[in-house]
C-alpha cells in the first residue's frame, strides 16, 4: 500500500483491506517484534485436529476473537447510520491517484482507479485492526486447513449476494482470484504467486491451493481480495479500463461521480452482511464522497470552505500557521492530534540504480550526506518531523548496535558479498549543523564524488565517461518542491547540475512504473507481519517488474535471500530476527536518501462525527471514514 507523502511528512496508505503491502500511505508500517504483543489477549485460531473449522486466520496462528464474537472491541456498536463524511485521498493502491480518477476498475495497471472502489466489493474475510495481521470471516464463515497448509477451504456463507440480488458463490471467488492472478495489476499478480489455483467444489465450498514453501501470508492476502461477479465478466473484459460500475456486494455502491473531481458512493442500506461480528458499528455514513484537487494548496482552501469535511494533515507548515480560519476558531472546526501506533514505514528519494551514474556506492553517500535533515525540518517543516533511517522504522524490525547471534547467522553466508558495515553498526543518515550547507558533511560528498571519478571543470562536475553529472528530481506535487531547493542547492555546490521536474500525476505513475526518473520521493509501507509482500520492495525480480515498489532498482542476491527468509519465518521472532537482518544489507546499499517520519495523526473536521477514543493499533489511518459516525443527535440538540 502506499501513503501520501508529506512534503509535509510521508506518503499515502493502500487499500485498507490489504493487510500487507505494498501499502503506500501517507503514513504507515510499523514492525512487530515479539515484545509487542503482550497487551493481547490472544488464543489458537486452528484446532489442533488438521482440517478443523476455524472462524478466522492470522499468520501465526493465533486470534485475539472467540468464535461467537459480537463486535470488535474498537467500534462503536450503537453507532447511528446517516449522513455524509467527505475527504480527499490519502490512502491508495495499485492504479490509484492521489489527485485524479478515471477508471472504475482498481485492481489492473491500466487507467487512473477511483478511490474508495474497495468498499463495493466485499472479501473472503476481514481485517481486525487491533491484531497484527488477524482476519475473521466475512463472505466465508469458517476455513479448513489442511495438515501441510497447502490448501483451504473455505466455506461460503449462504446469504452472500451481490447489488442485483444474485448469489454470490464460491464460482465467483474462484473466479475472481483466477483473474486477479492472470489479469491484475503486477502488484496484485506478484502477490499471488504462491497461490497454485482456486477452485469452486459446488455454491458454498472454494478450495485454494497454494505452492510448497509458499510464502506466510499469501493465504491472508487472498482473503483479503475483492470477489467479483463471474456473470458480469462474461461479457466484459476483466483488464479494461472503464467508467462502468462494476456489480458489487460490499457496503457501499457507487453513486455519482465526475471523472477527475469527485466520486460518491451510497450505503446499500439492506447490505446482507451488515450485522456480522466484524462490520457491527462500521460503515455508519449513508453517503461517502472523495473529492480530487492537484493541489494541496488549494485543497486546504477548499477545506476552510466545507467543500469537504475531513482533511488528515500532510503538511507541516498548513497545519503550523494555518488553521487560524474563523471556524477554527469559533469551535464549528476541530483539531485533534491522534496516535499513529502503525509501522511509520520509509520515505525518501530513491535514487535509480539502473542508471550508470548512480551505480558507484558512493555517488550515493555524497547525495546522502548533501541533504541537510535539520535545516530542511526547521525552516521548512517547522521541527515536526524525526529522521528515517530505515525501510522498517518506528518498529522493532528496526535493526541497531551490533548484530545479534541470530542475525549474524543469517549474515555470514554473505560476508565478502556485502559490505563490511553490514557486520558491525548499522548505517545511520549524518547529522548537520542545521546551517543548510553543513561544510563538513559536503566535503565528505566532494572526497566521495572524486574517489568515484567525478572531476570538476569550471566548477562542473564531470561522470568518469567525461558527461556532465545531471541529476533530475522527479515530482509530482509543487507543495514539496521547498523540500527539495535545500539539497538540490548543496548538490549545486558540489558542481552536479541537479533540478526539479514537476509534471502532472497520470504523467508521472507512467514514469514511475517504467522507472524512468534519476530520483523521485516515495513511501515504503508494510503492514505489521511483514511477508511476501517484502518481494516487490526489494527483490531483483521487482526490479525487473514494471510497476513494482523496488524503485531504486535494488537486485542483491543477499536481501532476496533474506527476504525469502524472513517469508518463510514460523515465529515473529525469526520475522523479527530476520527483518533486522535484511536492514543492514538494505541500508548499507545506500538505495536512497532517507527523509522523515512521524507517529502521529493531525487531523482536521467539520464539527458533524463523532469518534472512537482512538484508532485500533495495527489499522492504518485513523479509522475514518470506516469507523467514524454522524453526530446528528448533538446536532439536532444544538439546535
Excluded at 476473537?65 to 493502491?93: C, E, T, W
Excluded at 489455483?197 to 492476502?221: G, H, Q, S
Excluded at 476483466?238 to 450505503?267: C, H, M, Q, W
Aim: hydrophobic letters at 40%.
Amino acid at each position: 500500500m502506499v501513503g501520501r507523502r508529506e512534503g509535509c511528512q510521508n506518503g499515502w496508505p493502500i487499500l485498507k483491506r490489504i493487510i500487507r503491502l505494498p501499502l503506500l500511505s501517507r503514513r504507515h508500517v510499523l514492525g512487530i517484534g515479539v515484545g509487542a504483543l503482550g497487551s493481547l489477549a490472544l488464543r489458537p485460531a486452528l484446532s489442533a485436529d488438521p482440517g478443523a473449522e476455524a472462524h478466522g486466520l492470522s499468520a501465526f496462528g493465533d486470534l485475539k476473537y472467540p468464535a461467537d464474537f459480537q463486535h470488535l472491541d474498537y467500534v462503536n456498536p450503537a453507532a447511528p447510520k446517516g449522513g455524509m463524511f467527505s475527504l480527499i485521498p490519502s490512502v491508495r493502491a495499485y492504479n490509484q491517484s492521489f489527485f485524479t480518477f478515471d477508471s472504475l476498475n482498481a485492481y489492473i495497471l491500466k487507467g487512473e482507479g477511483a478511490q474508495g472502489m474497495d468498499m463495493t466489493f466485499a472479501p473472503l474475510m476481514a481485517r481486525a485492526g487491533d491484531e497484527p495481521d488477524a482476519m475473521y470471516g466475512l463472505v466465508a464463515k469458517s476455513v479448513r486447513i489442511s495438515a501441510d497448509k497447502l490448501t483451504y477451504q473455505f466455506t461460503l456463507r449462504p446469504e452472500a449476494r451481490f447489488y442485483d440480488g444474485s448469489k454470490l458463490t464460491a464460482q465467483d471467488a474462484a473466479f475472481s482470484l483466477t483473474a486477479l492472478k492472470e489479469k491484475g495489476h503486477p502488484l496484485i499478480v506478484a502477490q499471488l504467486r504462491d497461490m497454485v489455483k482456486a477452485e469452486a467444489v459446488d455454491e458454498a465450498t472454494l478450495v485454494v491451493a497454494f505452492a510448497p514453501n509458499r510464502a506466510r501470508d499469501v493465504p491472508l492476502y487472498v482473503a483479503s481480495l475483492p470477489i467479483f461477479s463471474k456473470a458480469y465478466y462474461a461479457t466484459r473484459p476483466f483488464e479494461e479500463s472503464t467508467l462502468d460500475t462494476p456489480l458489487g456486494s460490499g457496503p457501499y455502491k457507487v453513486g455519482k461521480f465526475e471523472a477527475n473531481r469527485f466520486i460518491e458512493f451510497e450505503r446499500v442500506k439492506d447490505w446482507w452482511a451488515a450485522d456480522l461480528p466484524v462490520n457491527r458499528g462500521s460503515y455508519n455514513f449513508d453517503t461517502i464522497r472523495y473529492e480530487f484537487y492537484r493541489d494541496r494548496d488549494v485543497a486546504f482552501e477548499g477545506f476552510t470552505a466545507k467543500s469537504y469535511l475531513y482533511r488528515e494533515e500532510f503538511t507541516a507548515r498548513i497545519w503550523a500557521t494555518r488553521y487560524d480560519f474563523p471556524a477554527v476558531k469559533d469551535g464549528r472546526v476541530k483539531r485533534e492530534t491522534l496516535p499513529d501506533e502503525t509501522p511509520s514505514g520509509g520515505q525518501g528519494w530513491f535514487i535509480n540504480i539502473r542508471r550508470d551514474k548512480f551505480k558507484d556506492q558512493r555517488v550515493r553517500e555524497a547525495l546522502i550526506n548533501a541533504f541537510d535533515f535539520e535545516w530542511t525540518n526547521k525552516t521548512v517543516m517547522y521541527g515536526a518531523y524525526a529522521r528515517t533511517s530505515s525501510p522498517f522504522q518506528n518498529s522493532d524490525m528496526v535493526a541497531s548496535g551490533p548484530p545479534s547471534p541470530e542475525e549474524l547467522k543469517l549474515l555470514e553466508p554473505f560476508r565478502g558479498q556485502v559490505p563490511d558495515e553490514v557486520f558491525g553498526e548499522p548505517f545511520v543518515p549524518p547529522v548537520s549543523d542545521g546551517s543548510g550547507h553543513d561544510r563538513t558533511l559536503l566535503r565528505k560528498a566532494q572526497q566521495l564524488l572524486n574517489d568515484a571519478g567525478m572531476v570538476v571543470k569550471d566548477n562542473k562536475r564531470f561522470l568518469p565517461n567525461g558527461e556532465p553529472f545531471k541529476v533530475e528530481f522527479l515530482l509530482d506535487e509543487q507543495s514539496f518542491l521547498p523540500h527539495h531547493a535545500s539539497l538540490i542547492q548543496n548538490l549545486g555546490l558540489l558542481g552536479v547540475d541537479a533540478s526539479p521536474r514537476l509534471i502532472d500525476a497520470v504523467q508521472y505513475r507512467a514514469r514511475v512504473e517504467a522507472f524512468d526518473f534519476d530520483i523521485t520521493t516515495e513511501r515504503l509501507g508494510m503492514s505489521a507481519t511483514p511477508g511476501d509482500s517484502l518481494r516487490p520492495y526489494f527483490t531483483s525480480q521487482a526490479a525487473a517488474s514494471k510497476g513494482s515498489h523496488n524503485l531504486a532498482g535494488v537486485a542483491s542476491p543477499a536481501i532476496d535471500a533474506l527476504v525469502e527468509k524472513a517469508i518463510g519465518a514460523q515465529s515473529r521472532a525469526d520475522l523479527t530476527v530476520a527483518c533486522r537482518a535484511l536492514d543492514r544489507v538494505f541500508r548499507a546499499g545506500r538505495y536512497w536518501i532517507p527523509q522523515w517520519y512521524r507517529a502521529t495523526h493531525p487531523v482536521a473536521y467539520w464539527d458533524e462525527f463523532n469518534h472512537p477514543a482512538k484508532p485500533p493499533r495495527y489499522a492504518q489511518g485513523t479509522g475514518a471514514p470506516e469507523n467514524w459516525w454522524h453526530a446528528a443527535t448533538r446536532i439536532e440538540q444544538a439546535k
